[in-house]
Every structure is written in structure tokens, then in C-alpha cells.
């Protein structure tokens, strides 16, 4: 017996041996991973480059160039004289100060260069329009050349060899990457990038009256019923399916769920102008997130921004892509909300996606600039991170809270239910819902809601205030 246990025990130990010998072969054979620097250009294709020089267009008088070269030179500039060849055409004049077709040159032999003598400047007969912005780079005052359009932005790029950002990027290369540059250029990012955004702030939209709303005529119903539709759907988190069952085996009400639908979105609507326009006092610390729900099963975003110090909800947006303009829109909201916008004394925080950047530079060309502290991973590895992780947790828990009354729902059947449930989340979020932090208060407590003892009461009175609230702008409104 005990020859047949050593024998077990030698050929097991054969075998650990023959394993080891086979591992070492796989680990020869295998190839290494290069080890790589994450601040290489090759990296840095989601980087977002500090905003360029802005510089608006200014049409000039080719009359007082003219006076003004005479004052300074004692020459007047004269008209062309052509002798032959491809002479400009009388129709034509010079976009940057209006020079008739006697001061301008065919440059370029024919193949559509115009030189305009008065100003100096280069235009194409083809083209004549002039854009009334033109961006420079910031790192070497060269002007950006537009070199790709897409959907709802366009890409401008520096192509100055001598660029000093161009210089530095090539100098970070290892001697292996400009190997692979030379053969690949398209997968470095060595040159100044910048993205313009045709987007207007001030025909951005935040207010819209939803498909499917209903008046509050209560033919069959009284106020209250939307006060406990609202209670059940907002505050307990049910769907509108459970809302209507919760109020026929509870109190006897039978309503249909769309009619439960139809009244949400109807008291969004309504509630939404009231919540956003109210005096928040929001203090420098902002954070912004974004979370995803599914729309007829197709993923969906949702953002918020936060003050992380009184916890009030800010901003907001639902979208159905993750681009910078819902991102835009939620911030712009936030940013509404200060009597005087706090400028570089903000503190506003985010995760490492990199559209945050891209609004720093859209807000920065709309003299709004502010400083942005992006918290990434999950993990304090960096000294930002630990500073700034609670910020980014508070944010978390806004985002579980959210989801609480969401998965109920198994998903939006559109867009604009969609809105209506985030609209109604902020307003009992921001006036209703009692929190920890606040001592089991709400976060902005209304007088008039406090006096009132129970939550469809609450809702009645909110929704009433924002009915007020309505009025009264529309009376500004005509008045003004």
C-alpha cells in the first residue's frame, strides 16, 4: 500500500514539472506587450485642446484705405492695369473691404485666386462669402483650416509644420512610434484640433409642452386624484399600470392607466417652468453625471447637474444621444440659475468623459469660462481623486435614487414620457422628498406646502403655485 502512495506522489510531481516546462515554452513563445506611455500623442485622440483665438470679421471701407495710405505714405493707391491674360470680372468685389474689380488681381493665372491691391487680402472668385468668425491657433497664431464636416459640428486643424504644439507632440514620440507614424499618420493626434459646434445658445429649447396632455377640467375627477396619482407614480415609485390598480383597490377610483399617464405629463409640463426658474442660491461646488434608461428598449441618457452642498438638482436633460448638446443643456440650465455667474470661483466636477471638456470650450467662447475637475476611475490613485471622490459619490447616489423610480417602469414608451418623469423626479426631489442631510426636510422649503399635512395636498398646491407662477410670466410677457 504504501509503494502504490509513492509511487502517486513521484508521478504527480512528474507531471507539476512537465506543467512548469510548458509554461516557461508559452511564456517564451508568447509575444511581450509593449509597455506604453498614456501621455503619448498616440493616446490622445479623446483629448480636447484649449480653446483657439476668436477673432470676429470686420468688413473694411476701401475708401478710407485708400485716404489712409495717402495720409501715411503720400501715395494713392492707383487701379490695376491689365495687360491681358484672364482680367477680373466687373461683377466681382473684394468681401474684406468692398473693392471694386479696377483693384483686384487675377493671382493666381485664372484658376480662381483673387488679390485684392488695397487690402491685401486673397479670396476666391468661386467663393466670395466670408465667415464672420475666423479661429487661430493658440499656440502658434496661425488660422485653422476646416478639414472635416459632420453631423452638427465641423473640425478645424492647425497644418503649420512650425507649430509649437505640433513640435512638442513629435518630440514625446519613442523612436518605435515614428516608425509607425510615418506609415500610419491617422492614428496619432500630433496637430492643435479644435470642434465647432453649430450649436446657438440662445435657441436652445429647455421648455416644451408634451404630446398627449390633458386640461385640468376634471369632469370625472377631482384634484385630489391627481394628487395621489402623482404620490403613487413620483413618490412610491409605481408605474402607471400599478398607480391605477394601487387607487381602484385602495380607494375605490377606477381610472384608466392612460389617463394616469396623460395626467403626469400634463403636471410636468405645468410644474417644470415653476421648478427651474426658482431661486435656488446654489453655491460654487457643482458636479454633473449622466446615467442611461431605455426608451422602447433603445438606450437612452439622462444628465443632472448638482450642487453637491445644499443637494439641489440644477439642471437636467434627456437625450438620445451622448453628444455635447443635452450635455450643454443641462449645464446651461445649472448655469442659469446664479444671479452672477461665478466665472473661475466655480467649482464644477465630472467624470473623464471627455464632452465635459467640449462645453468648458463652447462656455468659454460665450465669456463664461470656469475651471473643470474631472474625476476618473474608481479608485483614489491620483491626488484630484482623493480630493474630489465624495463629490463624485454624492452624484452616485443621486444616480441610484433616480433609478429607484425608473426600473419600475421597465423603460419609457417615448421621449416625451421620458421628460415628464425626469421633470416630476427633480420637482419632488427638489420641494418634496425628505432628506438626511436636510434633517428629514425637504431641500428648498416652500411655506405654502409646509402648512399642508399630507402629500396630494402637497402636489395640488405645487402644481397650483406653478399655474401662478405661468400667469404671471405670460403677464410679463405681454406687457414688456
Not at 27 to 41: A, R, V, W
Not at 91 to 102: F, L, Q, R, S, V
Not at 339 to 349: C, D, E, N, Q, R
Not at 431 to 440: E, G, T
Request: charged share 25%; proline share 6%.
Amino acid at each position: 500500500m504504501n509503494s502504490i502512495i509513492t509511487f502517486l506522489i513521484q508521478f504527480n510531481q512528474s507531471l507539476l514539472a512537465k506543467i512548469d516546462e510548458l509554461l516557461k515554452i508559452i511564456e517564451e513563445l508568447t509575444p511581450k506587450h509593449k509597455n506604453y506611455n498614456p501621455k503619448s500623442p498616440k493616446y490622445k485622440k479623446l483629448d480636447v485642446d484649449k480653446p483657439p483665438i476668436v477673432k470676429d470679421f470686420v468688413k473694411l471701407d476701401y475708401r478710407e484705405l485708400i485716404k489712409r495710405n495717402k495720409e501715411l505714405w503720400g501715395k494713392t493707391i492707383k487701379p490695376v492695369k491689365s495687360r491681358g491674360g484672364t482680367p477680373v470680372s466687373k461683377d466681382i468685389t473684394c468681401p474684406y473691404c468692398g473693392a471694386p474689380h479696377e483693384y483686384l488681381y487675377d493671382n493666381a493665372g485664372g484658376r480662381g485666386q483673387i488679390l485684392c491691391k488695397v487690402c491685401n487680402s486673397r479670396f476666391s472668385r468661386e467663393k466670395e462669402f466670408v465667415s464672420p468668425v475666423s479661429f487661430f491657433c493658440p499656440h502658434c497664431g496661425r488660422s485653422l483650416s476646416k478639414i472635416k464636416t459632420r453631423k452638427g459640428f465641423s473640425i478645424h486643424k492647425c497644418v503649420n509644420d512650425g507649430c509649437n504644439f505640433y513640435q512638442s507632440s513629435l518630440k514625446k514620440l519613442s523612436p518605435e512610434d515614428k516608425h509607425e507614424y510615418q506609415s500610419h499618420p491617422e492614428r496619432y493626434k500630433l496637430r492643435y484640433l479644435y470642434r465647432e459646434f453649430h450649436l446657438k445658445f440662445s435657441e436652445m429649447q429647455l421648455y416644451s409642452m408634451p404630446k398627449g396632455s390633458v386640461n385640468f377640467n376634471f369632469r370625472g375627477f377631482s384634484p385630489h386624484i391627481l394628487g395621489l396619482c402623482l404620490t403613487y407614480m413620483v413618490n412610491l415609485g409605481l408605474s402607471s399600470r400599478a398607480t391605477q390598480r394601487a387607487l381602484l383597490e385602495i380607494h375605490g377610483v377606477k381610472i384608466s392607466h392612460v389617463t394616469v399617464s396623460k395626467y403626469a405629463k400634463t403636471a410636468a409640463a405645468i410644474v417644470q417652468p415653476y421648478v427651474d426658474s426658482y431661486d435656488y442660491k446654489p453655491t460654487s461646488y457643482l458636479a454633473a453625471d449622466e446615467t442611461y434608461v431605455k426608451v422602447k428598449s433603445v438606450k437612452h441618457y439622462v444628465w443632472f447637474v448638482m450642487d453637491v452642498i445644499k443637494k439641489s438638482i440644477l439642471g437636467y436633460s434627456v437625450s438620445d444621444t451622448r453628444t455635447l448638446e443635452p450635455c450643454l443643456r443641462a449645464m446651461k440650465m445649472a448655469f442659469d440659475k446664479f444671479v452672477t455667474f461665478p466665472g473661475m470661483a466655480l467649482k464644477f466636477i465630472s467624470d473623464g468623459y471627455p464632452v465635459y471638456k467640449l462645453a468648458q470650450v463652447q462656455f468659454a467662447l460665450e465669456k463664461m469660462e470656469f475651471p473643470l475637475t474631472q474625476v476618473i476611475g474608481l479608485t483614489n490613485d491620483d491626488p484630484v481623486s482623493k480630493e474630489y471622490r465624495w463629490i463624485k459619490q454624492v452624484m452616485e447616489r443621486l444616480n441610484r435614487t433616480f433609478k429607484f423610480s425608473y426600473r419600475v417602469t421597465n423603460g419609457y414608451g417615448n421621449i416625451q414620457g421620458a421628460d415628464s418623469h425626469v421633470a416630476l423626479f427633480v420637482a419632488f426631489y427638489n420641494f418634496l422628498r425628505p432628506h438626511p442631510y436636510n434633517y428629514w426636510k425637504p431641500l428648498n422649503q416652500i411655506p405654502e406646502l409646509e402648512k399642508l399635512s399630507n402629500m396630494p395636498a402637497k402636489w395640488q398646491k405645487l402644481i397650483e403655485l406653478s399655474q401662478e407662477h405661468l400667469l404671471t410670466t405670460q403677464n410679463h410677457t405681454l406687457a414688456s
